[in-house]
Nanobody
C-alpha cells in the first residue's frame, strides 16, 4: 500500500487548508478488512503527534485536544482518499503532516506534507 499526501502550503492564521491522502498499490478499499486511518504531525524539534484518527472496527474518531473543533477527518471510498479539513489555523499548527493507514497489524505512512501557518 502506498500513500500520497498532498495539500500542504502556506496559510495565514485563521485560515483553512484541506489535506488529502490517496491510497494506491495493494490497497483493497475502505470496505475491506477492519482498518484505521489517521493524521499525524511533527513540528521542528518535537515528536510526531497524533492529530486525528478513525477506526472502522468501532467507528470511533479521535481528535487531539489542540485541534478538536477545528479539524475534521474523513474518507472517500470511491476515490481511495482520506482527508483532513483544517480551519481556524494557528501558528502552532505549523508542522509536517503525515497520513497513516493501518490494517492487519501493519502501518503504512505517507511521505508528509508541510503546513505553515503565518501569524
Amino acid at each position: 500500500v502506498q500513500l500520497q499526501a498532498s495539500g500542504g502550503g502556506l496559510v495565514q492564521a485563521g485560515g483553512s487548508r484541506n489535506l488529502s491522502c490517496t491510497f494506491s498499490g495493494s490497497f483493497n478499499g475502505f470496505t475491506s478488512f477492519f482498518y484505521g486511518i489517521g493524521w499525524y504531525r511533527q513540528a521542528p524539534g518535537k515528536h510526531r503527534e497524533g492529530v486525528s484518527c478513525f477506526s472502522s472496527a468501532d467507528l470511533s474518531t479521535y481528535y487531539s485536544d489542540s485541534v478538536k473543533g477545528r479539524f475534521t477527518i474523513s474518507r472517500d471510498a470511491a476515490k481511495n482518499t482520506m482527508y483532513l479539513q483544517m480551519s481556524s489555523l494557528k501558528p502552532e499548527d505549523t508542522a509536517v503532516y503525515y497520513c497513516k493507514f493501518s490494517q492487519r497489524g501493519v502501518d503504512y505512512w505517507g511521505q508528509g506534507t508541510q503546513v505553515t501557518v503565518s501569524s
